[in-house]
């Protein structure tokens, strides 16, 4: 008896949905996680240039050791970050063309998930201390709290909501 659902033809190796095949959704998923992590990929570059430049200006050698500790921190968050976020990349490059796109963009996604997670705490974190050095009062870690609860809204809760809300079961 043939399926009457839209998209799925009957065929193996076929989809509901979109009529496409493993390897087509893996090729469209590639594309789309690729542009995704382009996005991603020149905010975190900026970043951590700009964090890079920061231990060369007198004003480094002013901070407190506190702020020289949260400096670090957010550096070296900055270089995983950007691991994370070219990962992808890489992954992609090294197994290209062994028959493994499904497989790869899974871990590419994953990549791609912990880079944002990544870059989230870097970016709190860099924030945490120009407000620092900026300001000395005492609403700072609150205003970084609304920031990160900003972040994690867009970033994380609404879509999440809307996959929860708009996904078929």
Same mark, same amino acid.
């Given at each position: 008896?043939? #399926? ?6 009957? *065929? ?7 009529? $496409?095949? $493993? $390897? *087509?959704?893996? #090729?469209?998923? @590639?594309? *789309?996680?690729?542009? *995704? ?21 007198? !004003?480094?050698? #002013? =901070?407190? #050791? /506190?702020?020289?500790? %949260? ?5 070296? =968050?900055?270089? &995983?970050?950007?691991?994370?976020? %070219?990962?992808?990349?890489?992954? +992609?490059?090294? &197994?290209?063309?062994?028959?493994? !796109?499904?497989?790869?963009?899974? @871990? ?10 990544? =870059? ?19 609403? /700072? ?8 609860? @900003? ?14 809300? +708009?996904?078929?079961?």
């Amino acid at each position: 008896m043939a #399926d009457t659902h839209a998209g799925t033809t009957g *065929e193996p190796g076929r989809r509901r949905g979109r009529d $496409e095949t $493993e $390897e *087509e959704r893996a #090729d469209r998923m @590639w594309t *789309e996680l690729i542009q *995704e992590v382009r996005v991603a990929q020149m905010g975190v570059q900026i970043l951590f240039g700009f964090l890079l430049t920061v231990v060369f200006t007198p !004003k480094y050698d #002013d =901070l407190s #050791d /506190v702020n020289q500790t %949260i400096y670090l921190v957010t550096v070296v =968050l900055g270089a &995983v970050t950007t691991g994370a976020l %070219i990962g992808p990349v890489s992954l +992609h490059r090294l &197994v290209s063309g062994r028959s493994v !796109k499904p497989q790869a963009v899974r @871990w590419a996604s994953r990549l791609t998930l912990l880079g944002l997670v990544l =870059l989230l705490v870097t970016m709190t974190s860099s924030l945490l201390l120009i407000l620092r050095v900026a300001t000395h009062d005492g609403f /700072v870690p609150y205003l970084v709290a609304g920031v990160v609860l @900003w972040y994690l809204l867009c970033w994380f809760v609404i879509p999440l909501w809307t996959r929860y809300r +708009h996904t078929s079961r």
